[in-house]
């Protein structure tokens, strides 16, 4: 039963750590998407991937917001500093072709204090 | 730019009622449309899609969705609720792009489904 993996699904951090997020997608899949939900905001598309090459970041904070795709196995999400106003859920997503599904992982829960 | 809105953060029925969910969408180009399902404290679940073709889809769970053009938009529907799905509905969108791979989804702010029993 192929799925998208995430850890760590909880993280509870203070101000001003660095938080990394890492994300498994489906294997074969080309495309990987970065999504975050709030209450306030819903969920917004921050980052994605196709082949490894960043297509759209223009959801991130740039200065304090990084994705990566150092392989095709593994994506990363990383804040560094965080704020208080980073806490939300983090969502990795995975697809294959145009208007394919995308396969959303569990989630990373982060409560920056 | 693409945008969803979904009318009623909540909607509540009864068991057994008819479930409809609606929303509306803005593209410029030809959209992909999608209805996601999310359970607490879960990922979402893909319910439904269209893309090309019919424009009346049928889902998971016995829901399904028409794409109206000349509307702009895609409620989603189940002829008769049951309790398990009490849930969070999300009606999102995308476009792709001309030369291959989609643009990543745009969500509405979601529906909360209540089922009275």
């Known amino acids: 039963d192929a799925r998208v993996t995430q850890t760590p699904r909880d993280k509870v951090t203070e101000m001003g750590q660095e938080v990394t997020m890492r994300c498994q997608p489906i294997?074969?899949?080309?495309?990987v998407f970065w999504y975050r939900q709030t209450m306030m905001q819903g969920l917004e598309l921050l980052a994605y991937?196709?082949?490894?090459?960043?297509?759209?970041d223009s959801g991130m904070p740039k200065d304090r917001f990084s994705a990566e795709m150092p392989d095709a196995t593994l994506a990363t999400l990383k804040i560094q500093p965080s704020e208080p106003r980073d806490s939300a859920v983090y969502f990795c997503?995975?697809?294959?072709?145009?208007?394919?599904?995308?396969?959303f992982g569990p989630g990373t829960r982060l409560t920056v204090l | 730019a693409q945008s969803v809105t979904q009318l009623g953060s909540h909607v509540s029925v009864s068991e057994g009622a008819l479930v409809l969910l609606r929303c509306n969408y803005s593209?410029?180009?030809?959209?992909?449309l999608f209805w996601y399902v999310q359970y607490p404290n879960q990922g979402l679940q893909l319910l439904l899609k269209?893309?090309?073709?019919?424009?009346l889809v049928k889902g998971i769970n016995g829901f399904e969705a028409e794409f109206k053009k000349s509307e702009t938009s895609f409620h989603l529907t189940k002829p008769s609720a049951h309790m398990s799905d009490a849930a969070e509905y999300f009606c999102?969108?995308?476009?792709?792009?001309?030369?291959?791979?989609?643009?990543?989804?745009?969500f509405g702010k979601g529906t909360h489904l209540i089922i009275q029993p």
């Open positions: 997503a995975s697809g294959l072709e145009t208007g394919d599904e995308q396969f």
């Open positions: 294997l074969g899949h080309n495309t």
């Open positions: 991937f196709r082949n490894r090459a960043p297509l759209d």
């Open positions: 593209s410029s180009v030809p959209p992909y």
């Open positions: 269209y893309t090309t073709g019919a424009t």
């Open positions: 999102a969108v995308s476009v792709a792009f001309s030369g291959g791979g989609a643009d990543g989804l745009t």
